[in-house]
């Protein structure tokens, strides 16, 4: 499974995965992989510099990198206050009846509110940048398209290359005249925000327009070896994964029910890969969602528009931790792309990986008997 990015990197396989879970970051990487920390849960630089000391100490000297956020600023940015005063009270008010409706309780009176996430701004997105640079990062992947001129320069001066997703050939090029290094091809049914083009359609799209003049990372709808041979066997010289750690076992965030699972990940195990929908209601942007109660109630008759980015999930920064704290894993709001049919257990993060190698190997030798 080499490509010129093992060698780039100094990784064993070109499996990047991205992941809001230190603990999952530091195992991939130790595995062989890159693991890829998000950043946009951070809203005070100094718990970033925390969680990058710990991957510092814990990844055994691998390369690991980290992915923030830079969408358009909107006005006003600057403060939470002054974002918060751009919320319509109608929308607070469903936001609390569907949760009061759903059964949702709220957070213990000694448990710190979220004032939403904060990292969806171009301001807090430019501080992860700048906590980022003082480790030994090998990679900074932007969640958004391209980031800022300045902010590809002031990476590239500390000898950082910089990744970011596209959604079609057009956004790839786009990238490449900025002076993105990689480019995260990412298909329709990935989790998170995608576009309207399928992988399968979009990974060969981008790497024939890019023409070998940057690297291409393929991402959606990959959750085995099979898929991973079938990437580079399109032209990605790497793949791009996400969801399928959701349900590893080094996996730490959301309520842990009496099962040791995560009520998020007791929801992920119960779906099938038709149970995800494709939303504005989790950041402003479409973004693939886990399908639940909470998906459902945006989705009836008389429920608002969600808000632009980042108004929505500031709006919604509260409810997500309401939920994620709470014990029914049917109200859930999560990203997941629809290879979530395929998380049927947890598991390690070294056996995932491992399953992905065995299973390329696999696929490559039944590749190779055919030909034959």
């Known amino acids: ?31 062989g992989g890159l693991g890829v920390l998000g950043c946009v849960r951070f809203n005070d630089a100094d718990d970033l510099e925390r969680v990058l000391q710990w991957m510092d100490a814990n990844t055994d000297g691998k390369p690991y990198g980290v992915d ?20 319509p009270q109608d929308m ?38 700048e906590v980022a640079l003082k ?38 090029l786009r990238h490449l005249d900025i002076g993105v290094d990689i480019v995260i091809a990412q298909g329709h049914e990935a989790g998170g925000h995608t576009g309207e083009i399928a992988s399968m359609v979009l990974v060969p799209e981008v790497v024939d327009a890019l023409d070998g003049r940057a690297a291409v990372l393929a991402a959606g709808g990959i959750g085995s070896g099979r898929q ?71 989705d009836a008759d008389g429920a608002p528009e969600p808000l632009p980015m980042p108004l929505q999930n500031i709006l919604v920064s509260e409810a997500h931790q309401r939920m994620s704290e ?20 947890i598991r390690p993060v070294a056996d995932i990986v491992g399953e992905l190698v065995s299973g390329f190997e696999d696929a490559t030798r039944r590749l190779d008997g055919i030909r034959g």
């Open 1 to 31: 499974m080499k490509t010129e990015l093992c060698d780039r990197f100094g990784i064993e396989y070109p499996i990047f995965v991205f992941t809001p879970s230190e603990k999952v970051a530091a195992a991939v990487t130790r595995a």
């Open 68 to 87: 923030i956020v830079m969408p358009a600023k909107v006005p006003t940015e600057g403060s939470s206050v002054d974002i918060n005063k751009l919320i």
């Open 92 to 129: 607070r008010d469903f936001v609390d009846k569907t949760l009061a409706d759903l059964g949702v309780p709220p957070l213990s009176d000694d448990e710190e509110k979220s004032e939403g996430v904060l990292g969806w701004l171009h301001s807090v997105a430019r501080s992860h940048v």
């Open 135 to 172: 480790h030994p990062i090998k990679l900074i992947a932007n969640a958004l398209g391209s980031p800022p001129k300045d902010v590809i320069d002031q990476v590239h001066a500390a000898g950082v290359p910089v990744a970011a997703l596209a959604g079609s050939a057009k956004h790839a």
């Open 228 to 298: 991973v041979a079938a990437a580079l066997a399109l032209g990605a010289q790497g793949v791009w994964m996400g969801s399928a750690f959701l349900t590893a076992a080094e996996y730490d965030l959301g309520e842990r029910l009496p099962s040791g699972r995560s009520v998020i990940q007791e929801a992920m195990l119960a779906a099938t890969s038709s149970e995800t929908v494709r939303r504005r209601i989790y950041t402003g942007k479409p973004a693939r969602l886990l399908k639940s109660r909470w998906t459902d109630a945006w």
């Open 326 to 345: 709470s014990t029914d894993p049917t109200t859930v709001a999560m990203p997941v792309g629809q290879i979530v049919g395929r998380m049927n257990e």
